[in-house]
């Protein structure tokens, strides 16, 4: 009884084994990556309350491409974000698959999705930041950017979510002489609605220059404006940032600068950024940093901000590591 368990354990591995390599014969135009990156660092925030968790964002992402033929692929990107500090989800308000779960095709135009992910504006101003949008501790543009602006004022099951739209469509078309055109929309809307939330951007990148201008308003009827503009002279990166935001008759500007210094394995950081909401200072903030790759994949990171908040000073340092994969 078990030698005949064994022969039939034996038969099924083999076509099993055959199966997959008859898959992969047909499969060979598809392939599908996983990468993320694990960040968890000691820092403390603005009520001075000592935290450990991502300084940065810590995220899981599976990304899927098949050739189609004819210069076409079609694609797929589901993304996860959890809490490194103790594995629990970001926010109990936002999706499992927080980041971005899309399908769509990709060609000679450029790439058109269907799904949630960053719109228009979010998915290319991180480019205009030292810490391009992504540190809770010392980023100007993670305090101060987009104030009264919520890419869907209830896309987080009912809570706000800044960045992402559900139930959208996003286009990104291929760069010709330098320009590129990013537009994102939402499908779904309720009676109670103002419109859709959309969203254009114009981006524009020759060598070590880039730019962006985005215009963008939600399902509430708030709006966003934003200019961005980057040079790289050596090991210098110079950048700096415009930005509107305005809702039920309120308005928040803020400016931001930064550079970045790049001396072997090590980056320093330093941003400055102001914003003013309805004529008066809401916030002051003037953030350091410097990050050391240990590997391709791994970094050791130190932050310090200071921050001026409704007349109020605090200072915030952070350390972490973070590791790419």
């Known amino acids: 009884m078990s030698h005949l368990f064994v022969r039939r354990a034996a038969a099924l591995a083999s076509a099993s084994i055959a199966a997959t390599l008859s898959a992969s014969a047909l499969a060979q135009s598809s392939a599908i990556t996983l990468s993320g990156m694990l960040d968890t660092g000691v820092y403390r925030d603005a009520a001075k309350v000592w935290q450990v968790g991502p300084i940065q964002r810590s995220q899981l992402r599976l990304d899927g491409v098949e050739d189609l033929g004819g210069g076409l692929s079609a694609t797929f990107a589901l993304s996860h974000r959890f809490?490194?500090?103790?594995?629990?989800?970001?926010?109990?308000?936002?999706?499992f698959w927080?980041?971005?779960?899309t399908v769509?095709?990709?060609?000679?135009?450029?790439?058109?999705?269907?799904?949630?992910?960053?719109?228009?504006?979010?998915?290319?101003?991180?480019?205009?930041d030292p810490w391009a949008n992504y540190d809770r501790v010392a980023s100007p543009?993670?305090?101060l950017w987009h104030t009264l602006y919520p890419s869907d004022p209830r896309g987080n099951n009912g809570a706000a979510e800044y960045g992402r739209l559900n139930d959208g469509v996003f286009f990104d078309s291929a760069p010709v002489a330098g320009f590129s055109l990013h537009l994102s929309g939402a499908i779904d809307r309720d009676p109670a609605d103002k419109g859709r939330g959309r969203g254009a951007a114009v981006r524009y990148a020759d060598g070590g220059f880039s730019g962006v201008l985005a215009r963008q308003i939600n399902r509430r009827g708030d709006t966003v404006?934003?200019?961005?503009?980057?040079?790289t002279f050596g090991d210098v990166t110079l950048m700096g940032a415009v930005d509107v935001s305005r809702s039920e008759g309120s308005t928040a500007r803020a400016l931001t600068l930064g550079a970045t210094y790049a001396l072997g394995w090590t980056t320093f950081k330093a941003g400055w950024g102001r914003l003013r909401v309805d004529g008066r200072a809401a916030e002051t903030?003037?953030?350091l940093g410097a990050q050391h790759a240990l590997s391709r994949r791994t970094?050791?990171?130190?932050d310090l901000a200071f921050k001026r908040i409704a007349?109020?000073?605090?200072?915030?340092?952070?350390?972490?590591?973070?590791?790419a994969f």
């Open 83 to 95: 809490d490194s500090g103790d594995g629990h989800l970001e926010s109990s308000t936002k999706p």
């Open 98 to 101: 927080y980041g971005e779960s």
């Open 104 to 128: 769509g095709l990709k060609g000679p135009f450029g790439s058109l999705q269907v799904g949630r992910r960053l719109d228009a504006l979010y998915s290319l101003d991180w480019e205009f």
């Open 141 to 143: 543009a993670w305090d």
């Open 225 to 231: 404006s934003f200019a961005g503009a980057r040079g």
């Open 285 to 287: 903030l003037l953030g």
């Open 299 to 302: 970094a050791v990171y130190a």
């Open 311 to 323: 007349g109020r000073d605090v200072t915030l340092p952070g350390v972490g590591i973070a590791h």
